[in-house]
């Protein structure tokens, strides 16, 4: 299996992790169907979401598979008035990730970074490993703690 930039760095911070292969088709990029694949309850994958701030700038959003981002939540935890969903056209050069496989480890440069609360009930969560078919399984505290991040109350 190939190693992502996600993956390398988080061995050079000497976190665990495990890299968790999944079938996708380019019909089908959403959260459920990662779960379905991995046969895990969808509480447990969580979504990578790159928002635009009116104050901030870019920001992002790790948030439960079935949950869509409540954008007046997402500006005032983020410290601005009004945000919106970053340009699909924006995520690559932004990020440096594609749509469906965007992972909050390892982006082009260090964005805010807010995930939601419940990530915190379970001893492992599933994120993108930074490209599509590969998620990866790790525990939440590891994960707000490599990448900065702060709760994303509901």
Known sequence: MIKTNAARLLDAAGISYELIPYEWTEEDLSAQHVAAELGEDIDRVFKT?????????????????????????????????????????????????????????????????????????????????????????IAPQDLFDFVGAEVYPI
């Not at 009004?82 to 699909?88: F, K, P, Q, R, T």
């Not at 599933?126 to 590969?134: D, P, T, V």
């Open 49 to 137: 979401l790159v928002l635009r701030g009116d104050r901030t700038g870019c920001f992002v959003c790790v948030i439960p598979g079935d949950f869509e981002v409540d954008l007046k939540v997402a500006a005032r935890i983020s410290g601005n008035k009004n945000c919106e969903m970053l340009h699909l056209k924006e995520l690559l050069p932004t990020t440096g990730y594609i749509r469906g496989g965007c992972s909050p480890i390892g982006m082009k440069k260090p964005l805010p970074t807010y995930i939601h609360e419940s990530a915190l009930l379970y001893d492992f969560i599933y994120i993108s490993a930074g490209q599509r078919g590969l998620q990866l399984k």
